[in-house]
């Protein structure tokens, strides 16, 4: 006897919203249709939430987690922005409510223990009686997960170990993969006993799947643009399988409901009644600027510093996306100005290294550079901006009014986003700290609240 086995997939939704009507209508429409002519799961491979999105970010995650159960899927896993974007008790109590189970293989808590809200494994057993094992792997920002209090495992060496626990006790082995294309195809090559991968992370796509090896790898982009969709042929008798595919749905091709607009009205009133709170009162008119310093900055460089107390501070125009007004600052108005899931950091540099820095950053395409990813959530770069670091027209660069000596170390006070090393190389590799669970828009609060408390005191 043979019997398809449907695996519906989604990652990276990133939440893109505006996409989820039609995809929850698609996976409840196409499981009925199918009724009992196979077996299927439904799941998704992490980065589900994003914080810059309204909803996401006055629900702190958890209306995701109401979606997810809305659509009846199975089994998620975590992608960065639900591993590092969220403080360790915001994730600890992320799916408290969840009619689903988490599956990741390479995630314990800071002494090795697996938290009560995680699985390691799965074996899944169908009504006909097929075992299928998954595994799972979030890709390894190791210094950031630390610094939360979680602890993750090298990803492939913990697949490894798991699978060859788990192989000899199933019939289908699918890995639920947030760690990119490239360490896919390593997966792929290294441990063949998986039977399916289903990527995500690096926002790729196969149409109709890629095979290498033993392992059947399918993806489905970023944003919901895609619901993907794997069928596994599984022989009984023989207890092989003995055909895989893969096939991406178009969103856009699909149904809309009637009630999506209906539904997004909801998700955004929710959002911005969860974030109505005032976070400081704010004496001036803030206004942004992305191609040369204003107000805004001036005040942002302040808060930077002062909350990090480096001695000087870099950071790009473009994170301003609104102005701030006079009078009460909401939640929802830092959260509109600062989307990005960005957290602020410190790096060492002597004071050679930051003049590198300061003609690295004088690229004339930069202001105008349309930034995709990094944390970043705005449009343009902008002019990069410093705080208590000039260059005077004479080429002398002053650190605190004081002429910059070149042996001596200085702290920099930046934006994880340019740790990475895509814009700078050089600070991918110096000395740092990273401030979490703080993002930017919470070190603008902490300031406004401060410079109240200073001026009634």
Not at 66 to 90: M, P, R, W
Not at 152 to 180: A, F, N, W, Y
Not at 316 to 340: E, S, V, W, Y
Request: glycine content about 8%; hydrophobic content about 40%; some cysteine.
């Amino acid at each position: 006897m043979r019997e398809t086995i449907y695996i519906f997939h989604t990652n990276d939704l990133h939440s893109h919203l505006e996409n989820w009507p039609s995809i929850q209508q698609f996976l409840s429409d196409t499981r009925k249709n199918l009724g009992d002519k196979g077996s299927y799961l439904t799941l998704d491979i992490g980065d589900h939430l994003d914080r810059s999105n309204i909803y996401t970010e006055g629900t702190l995650g958890r209306g995701n987690v109401h979606l997810l159960n809305d659509a009846k899927y199975d089994y998620v896993t975590i992608g960065n922005n639900e591993g590092i974007t969220l403080s360790h008790e915001e994730l600890e109590t992320l799916y408290i409510d969840a009619n689903f189970e988490v599956i990741v293989s390479n995630f314990t808590e800071l002494g090795g223990n697996i938290p009560s809200w995680v699985l390691p494994h799965k074996i899944h057993v169908t009504p006909t009686g097929i075992r299928i094992g998954i595994v799972a792997a979030t890709a390894d920002y190791g210094i950031y997960y630390e610094k939360l209090g979680w602890q993750i495992q090298e990803p492939i060496t913990r697949l490894k170990e798991v699978c060859s626990k788990l192989h000899p006790q199933v019939d289908v082995l699918i890995c639920m993969s947030h760690l990119g294309k490239s360490l896919d195809e390593i997966i792929s090559l290294e441990i063949p006993q998986i039977d399916v991968i289903l990527g995500s992370h690096t926002h790729h796509t196969f149409e109709k799947g890629k095979v290498i090896g033993n392992t059947l790898q399918a993806a489905t982009g970023k944003f919901g643009m895609n619901v993907g969709l794997v069928t596994l042929e599984f022989d009984h008798a023989a207890k092989v399988i003995q055909s895989k595919k893969a096939v991406l749905f178009p969103t856009e091709a699909l149904p809309v409901p009637l009630y999506a607009n209906d539904l997004q009205t909801a998700w955004e009133h929710e959002g911005i009644a969860e974030m109505s709170n005032i976070a400081f009162y704010n004496s001036f008119l803030l206004k942004k600027d992305w191609f040369k310093e204003s107000d805004l900055s001036r005040f942002f460089g302040k808060a930077l510093l002062a909350f990090t107390k480096a001695d000087c501070a870099m950071f790009p125009a473009g994170i301003f996306l609104k102005d701030l007004q006079q009078g009460p600052i909401t939640a929802r108005d830092l959260h509109q100005c600062l989307p990005h899931p960005i957290n602020p950091c410190v790096i060492t540099l002597t004071g050679a290294e930051l003049l590198e820095v300061i003609r690295t950053g004088k690229n004339e395409k930069w202001p105008t550079l349309e930034v995709k990813g990094l944390g970043f959530r705005g449009k343009y770069l902008g002019v990069i901006l410093y705080e208590q670091l000039i260059e005077l027209e004479s080429g002398i660069v002053l650190v605190n009014e004081s002429p910059i000596e070149l042996e001596k170390v200085y702290t920099l006070a930046t934006l994880d986003m340019f740790t990475f090393g895509y814009f700078y190389p050089s600070l991918k590799f110096a000395p740092k700290q990273y401030f979490m669970p703080e993002m930017i828009r919470d070190i603008v609060k902490w300031y406004g609240q401060l410079e109240k408390s200073e001026y009634e005191s």
